[in-house]
């Protein structure tokens, strides 16, 4: 491209989105840059029958609420990803899509970004790529000699895919949970955990969860004692269909098994279970290779962050990636402070004046 922008955004999900209602408050010149062919981010290439974790009012992104959809305490993932779209639109916010970023490179005063549609330099990078596109599968032994289906979260869709099919589900977490809920009722369901589940009280749900993050984070910045933060309160919001199931007694949950075997999983006692297919609800890590050729990661994989700001590289900043890049920054309602500070930093870093609007801007 011609002209430097100010900065470039990577990654139209709710993180970018947060990002550019900042930046353009802010009066910066900057570009989103978007992998995916359409808006809504990872929300529309989730699980059908996904649900948010709060309530519509409690999980919106800043300056716009989202709509309380008709029928449900908890929007489903369509209804996010139309929220989204429309957001976008309402904002104009300055999205190029499809355009896969390849690299971030130091080039001089300037961050340049190469991308398969080009290439854009500015005096600031925001990464916003979420961990969606890059799935974690452990490394238990035999996971090459079993003979059924495997697949992990990002891959699965309804139970209807393996109606009358003998089911384990791996993992303790919300997705965990909510899928191993789904196949509860038309599969032979095995759900396997690290260990014991632990249901949240019914009455908890996202926007409590985004306040122990956040009493969490304020704590350990002022040296106090570690209040444990959401892990204080359990692994799993108990949202409706997974109560449901728990209360009719069909989420059991059973000790992580030693190693898969060809016809299923075996555990550690000699015991075993047949299987037709295995889920890996096991998380994800940041999705950062486009960062790699500015040399940032550590010892372990870490890029080092004050705030949103990477240490080694001030003119780059992290967003949406998990508490490390704010508290709560992976959701809806937890991404507006983070955006928020990062555009200020970056104004600051440029020399740009922060107007009165944009100070008083909070979600």
């Known amino acids: 491209m011609s002209a430097p922008l100010d900065v470039v955004v990577i ?30 981010g990872a929300w529309q290439h989730a699980w059908d029958s996904l649900h948010l974790f709060s309530p519509a009012a409690y999980s919106s992104l800043p300056g716009r609420p ?10 489903d993932a369509s209804h996010v990803v139309g929220y989204l779209t429309a ?68 891959e699965y869709r309804s139970p209807q895919d393996f109606t009358g099919q003998r089911v384990v589900v791996v993992g303790g977490g919300n997705s965990g949970a909510q899928i191993a809920a789904d196949l509860a009722y038309n599969t032979e369901l095995t759900w ?51 109560r449901e199931a728990r209360d009719a007694g069909l989420l059991k949950a059973h000790p992580m098994f030693s190693r898969l075997i060809p016809e299923g999983v075996e555990w550690a006692d000699g015991t075993s279970a047949e299987a037709d297919a295995v889920i890996w609800c096991t998380g994800f890590r940041p999705a950062l290779s486009h960062l790699a050729p ?51 930093d970056i104004a600051q870093l440029l020399g740009i004046s922060t107007p009165v609007s944009a100070r008083a801007a909070h979600t």
Do not use: N
């Open 294 to 344: 500015l040399g940032l990661r550590g010892a372990r994989g870490h890029i080092s962050t004050t705030g949103t700001q990477a240490v080694d590289e001030p003119r780059l900043h992290l967003l949406g990636y998990g508490d490390w890049t704010g508290p709560a920054s992976a959701t809806l309602i937890g991404v507006s402070r983070p955006a928020r500070d990062a555009a200020r």
């Open 87 to 154: 957001y976008e639109e309402r904002y104009e916010l300055p999205i190029r899509r499809p355009v896969q970023v390849q690299g971030v490179h130091r080039d001089g005063q300037l961050l340049r970004v190469e991308t398969d549609c080009g290439t854009w330099r500015a005096r600031a990078v925001i990464s916003a790529t979420g961990t969606w596109w890059r799935p974690f599968l452990p490394a238990v032994p035999g996971r090459d000699v079993f003979r059924g289906r495997q697949l992990h979260t990002v």
């Open 192 to 242: 396997a955990t690290q260990r014991p589940a632990r249901f949240l009280a019914d009455d908890i749900d996202g926007r409590a969860l985004f306040d122990a993050a956040t009493a969490r984070r304020r704590a350990l910045d002022e040296g106090s004692t570690d209040t444990g933060g959401v892990a204080s309160l359990g692994d799993i919001v108990a949202v409706p269909p997974v």
């Open 11 to 40: 990654g139209g999900g709710q993180a970018g989105l947060a990002a550019g209602y900042y930046l353009r408050r802010l009066g910066l010149g900057f570009v989103i840059l978007d992998a995916q062919t359409e808006a809504g």
């Open 66 to 75: 989202m709509p309380v959809q008709t029928g449900e305490i908890y929007p």
